[in-house]
């Protein structure tokens, strides 16, 4: 008779397989001598999330901004902001998340499979997607994969509990993504005798919330959606919907999702189940390739491939075709090759958060401890979260001016008079990062990254000064700077 685990040792099954993360933590604890998130956009969050608690909404005191591209989650780290520990929070609810995620998957598999196999291909599931390097992101899309396997492992039960539709609600408030997963689920339960009352309630939930935001935005004369959703993708986006150019190049670089997502459709109708086939692979795979995006540290597409591997193993293990062994072999072949990129983001995690720790926050550290001025930059987490004056945000996450006046191609030098009236005259920025920069500006040095570029864009921050007297006020700032430690002498050079 074959082993079944009771549910405290099914417990400690998912406690293990959750472990990785836990593991993760502490190399990035080693590497950067304490918690250094490997990605700078955790601390526009936490800063957007201070302000909040405050009773505003922006990154600057008496300036609205929308620097983050989820409405849920920078509400649900404010109410901790005033305390020290702050930085923490979410690392901790991203350590619940992937606990969470390798529960529900540990309990699918284990139907499938002895469960000392299911602890197993569960690891490895949680690896190839990423998850266990998404905790150590500090952003939202850890939750984002975890309601998202919520969901399309309800379905795969057709158990519609409180954890699937809160789930369904909360994950586009999470991400905007999840409305390619929501809006194709409310539309298929809605066709499903004894879930339409729900669904319609569940639907009229999401679209006052991402309505209401969206009026909340524009009525502080922004467009509909934040401006760091318009920053990262480009604000030519749109147009390249339009012209099918985001759509094309994200079926080239997730090539396994489409096909994983045809074959389990192909299945799904010669199961005669059309709804299936159509509304929940079909459209929620069309609406992420068409709106979504790939990569950027294994965290876009992370959501897509969880959902449509859940369907198509789902699937898959209601035929016959799992008998043929070859076949199987196959799979997981592929499922590892499609993989490879993520598993190396998730082992270079704890030189990501070395990178962060070593180029954005030395710069928050120099504002902060040295400088102690408003400022123009482009990496703006750590500077924000550290600096108490005004951050002038060069790449338009927290300034829709800036990204307005950038994307016109005749704006010319656009920054030098923002600047000004802004009255800032200190910036750190990418070089390549503004195309033409003011002539008054003084090069007074250069923060160069010690080790090797895993997440930055580029291994060299600049800092200029708009007059001579504020490059002589950086230039002492900067002289404190390298006399704090061997390691910032290293790295920083002054101009002659």
Same mark, same amino acid.
């Given at each position: 008779? /074959?082993?079944?685990? %009771?549910?405290?040792?099914?417990?400690?099954?998912?406690?293990?397989?959750?472990?990785?993360?836990?593991?993760?933590?502490?190399? &990035?604890? #080693?590497?950067?001598?304490?918690? &250094?998130?490997?990605?700078?956009?955790?601390?526009?969050?936490?800063?957007?999330?201070?302000?909040? !608690?405050?009773?505003?909404?922006?990154?600057?005191?008496?300036?609205?901004?929308?620097?983050?591209?989820?409405?849920?989650?920078?509400?649900?780290?404010?109410?901790?902001?005033?305390?020290?520990?702050?930085?923490?929070?979410?690392?901790?609810?991203?350590?619940?998340?992937?606990?969470?995620? &390798?529960?529900?998957?540990?309990?699918?598999?284990?139907?499938?499979?002895? /469960?000392?196999?299911?602890?197993?291909?569960?690891?490895?599931?949680?690896?190839?997607?990423?998850?266990?390097?998404?905790?150590?992101?500090?952003?939202?899309?850890?939750?984002?994969?975890? +309601?998202?396997? #919520?969901?399309? !492992?309800?379905?795969?039960?057709?158990?519609?509990?409180?954890?699937?539709?809160?789930?369904? #609600?909360?994950?586009?408030?999470?991400?905007?993504?999840?409305?390619?997963?929501?809006?194709?689920?409310?539309?298929?339960?809605?066709?499903?005798?004894?879930?339409?009352?729900?669904?319609?309630?569940?639907?009229?939930?999401?679209?006052?919330?991402?309505?209401?935001?969206?009026?909340? $935005?524009?009525?502080?004369?922004?467009?509909?959606?934040? =401006?760091?959703?318009?920053?990262?993708?480009?604000? %030519?986006?749109?147009?390249?919907?339009?012209?099918?150019?985001?759509?094309?190049?994200?079926?080239?670089?997730? +090539?396994?999702?489409?096909?994983?997502?045809?074959?389990?459709? &192909?299945?799904?109708l010669h199961q005669s189940k059309y709804?299936?086939?159509? +509304?929940?692979?079909?459209?929620p795979t069309l609406l992420h390739l068409?709106?979504?995006?790939?990569?950027?540290?294994?965290?876009?597409?992370?959501?897509?491939?969880?959902?449509?591997?859940?369907?198509?193993?789902?699937?898959?293990?209601?035929?016959?075709?799992?008998?043929?062994?070859? $076949?199987?072999?196959? $799979?997981?072949?592929?499922?590892?090759? =499609?993989?490879?990129?993520?598993?190396?983001?998730?082992?270079?995690?704890?030189?990501? =958060?070395?990178?962060?720790? @070593?180029?954005?926050?030395?710069?928050?550290?120099?504002?902060? @401890?040295?400088?102690?001025?408003?400022?123009?930059?482009?990496?703006?987490?750590?500077?924000?979260?550290?600096?108490?004056?005004?951050? +002038?945000?060069?790449?338009?996450?927290?300034?829709?001016?800036? !990204?307005?006046?950038?994307?016109?191609?005749?704006?010319?030098?656009?920054?030098?008079?923002?600047?000004?009236?802004?009255?800032?005259?200190?910036?750190?920025?990418?070089? @390549?990062?503004?195309?033409?920069? /003011?002539?008054?500006?003084?090069?007074?040095?250069? $923060?160069?990254? /010690?080790?090797?570029?895993?997440?930055?864009?580029?291994?060299?921050?600049?800092?200029? =000064?708009?007059?001579?007297?504020?490059?002589?006020?950086?230039?002492?700032?900067?002289?404190?700077?390298?006399?704090?430690?061997?390691?910032?002498?290293?790295?920083?050079?002054?101009?002659?």
């Amino acid at each position: 008779m /074959p082993w079944r685990p %009771s549910s405290q040792q099914f417990n400690w099954l998912a406690l293990f397989a959750a472990a990785p993360a836990l593991v993760l933590t502490a190399q &990035v604890y #080693v590497t950067t001598s304490g918690i &250094v998130y490997s990605l700078d956009d955790a601390y526009i969050h936490l800063a957007l999330a201070r302000h909040i !608690l405050n009773g505003h909404y922006g990154i600057n005191p008496g300036e609205f901004s929308a620097p983050s591209s989820s409405i849920l989650w920078p509400f649900v780290l404010a109410p901790f902001t005033f305390t020290r520990w702050s930085e923490f929070l979410p690392l901790a609810l991203n350590l619940v998340s992937i606990l969470v995620a &390798v529960w529900w998957l540990l309990r699918w598999l284990s139907d499938l499979m002895p /469960p000392i196999w299911a602890f197993f291909a569960t690891t490895a599931v949680a690896l190839s997607l990423n998850l266990y390097g998404l905790v150590l992101t500090g952003m939202e899309n850890s939750w984002q994969v975890t +309601l998202t396997i #919520v969901i399309a !492992l309800s379905l795969v039960h057709g158990r519609f509990t409180l954890a699937f539709w809160t789930s369904l #609600v909360v994950l586009p408030l999470l991400r905007y993504e999840g409305l390619a997963i929501s809006l194709p689920v409310l539309a298929y339960l809605v066709l499903m005798p004894g879930q339409r009352l729900m669904a319609v309630l569940a639907g009229g939930i999401i679209a006052a919330a991402v309505g209401g935001f969206s009026l909340f $935005l524009y009525s502080h004369g922004h467009s509909f959606l934040p =401006s760091s959703v318009f920053a990262k993708k480009g604000v %030519s986006f749109m147009s390249d919907i339009g012209r099918s150019t985001a759509i094309e190049h994200n079926v080239r670089m997730q +090539l396994f999702l489409v096909v994983c997502a045809a074959a389990a459709a &192909v299945l799904y109708l010669h199961q005669s189940k059309y709804k299936e086939a159509v +509304l929940l692979v079909g459209l929620p795979t069309l609406l992420h390739l068409t709106f979504g995006s790939y990569g950027w540290f294994g965290r876009y597409h992370i959501y897509a491939y969880a959902w449509v591997l859940i369907l198509f193993v789902a699937v898959y293990a209601r035929t016959r075709l799992y008998q043929v062994v070859f $076949l199987n072999v196959v $799979l997981v072949v592929c499922l590892g090759v =499609s993989s490879i990129e993520n598993i190396k983001v998730t082992l270079n995690t704890a030189s990501a =958060s070395r990178n962060i720790h @070593d180029q954005q926050r030395q710069m928050g550290l120099i504002l902060r @401890d040295h400088l102690d001025e408003p400022v123009a930059a482009n990496d703006i987490g750590f500077v924000v979260l550290y600096g108490r004056h005004y951050v +002038l945000d060069v790449l338009g996450l927290a300034s829709y001016e800036a !990204l307005r006046r950038q994307a016109d191609p005749a704006a010319g030098d656009w920054l030098g008079p923002l600047m000004e009236a802004k009255k800032v005259e200190q910036v750190m920025i990418y070089d @390549d990062w503004v195309r033409q920069k /003011p002539a008054n500006w003084i090069r007074v040095a250069t $923060l160069t990254l /010690p080790g090797s570029k895993v997440v930055v864009p580029f291994d060299q921050v600049d800092f200029y =000064s708009a007059n001579p007297a504020a490059a002589a006020r950086m230039r002492k700032a900067l002289i404190e700077y390298r006399k704090g430690s061997r390691q910032a002498a290293k790295m920083l050079t002054l101009e002659p």
